[in-house]
């Protein structure tokens, strides 16, 4: 999620940290070329498998060799609460209704077409009930402390 969240706030908290570019490989599960202090999250760009923001240590699924770059970053303790806070959220919420989780009000395809009920940040769901908005909409006033222009 930490990478999806970094991608919305255009934020890759990685100021004043080094970026490594160049062939990478990752062996064995680990990251060959560069050292990552434990605990520190980094970001890989270029990786056909592997990429996104990790935190070290990381055993990666798949091993590669990429021509791309790592990036160090400096997540802030804040930023990270938050991303758990949204990961519970959607969690909870996204599997409701995904209809209702849906970006769009109304929907026509084929000779199918559909509305729905509502549309502010709650949208009514089948049974009743309420869900809402994206987790976008939802954590807006705390996204807005991070993002970059």
């Known amino acids: 999620m930490l990478t999806e969240l970094c991608k919305e706030l255009k934020n890759w908290f990685d100021w004043n940290q080094p970026h490594h570019f160049g062939v990478f490989t990752i062996a064995d599960g680990v990251l060959q070329d560069i050292d990552v202090p434990d605990g520190q999250y980094f970001r890989i760009i270029g990786s056909t498998f ?29 930023v990270i609460a938050l991303d758990e806070e949204i990961d519970a959220w959607r969690g909870k919420f996204e599997a409701l209704d995904s209809q209702a989780m849906s970006p769009y009000q109304s929907e026509s395809f084929n000779g199918y077409s559909y509305s729905k009920a509502g549309g502010g940040a709650n949208s009514a769901t089948a049974t009743g009930g309420t869900v809402p908005g ?16």
Do not use: T, Y
């Open 50 to 78: 592997n990429d996104g923001v990790h935190q070290a240590p990381k055993i990666f699924p798949k091993d590669e060799v990429f021509d791309g770059a790592v990036w160090l970053m400096a997540v802030p303790p804040e």
């Open 134 to 149: 994206s987790w976008q909409s939802v954590f807006a006033g705390k996204l807005r402390l991070w993002r970059k222009i």
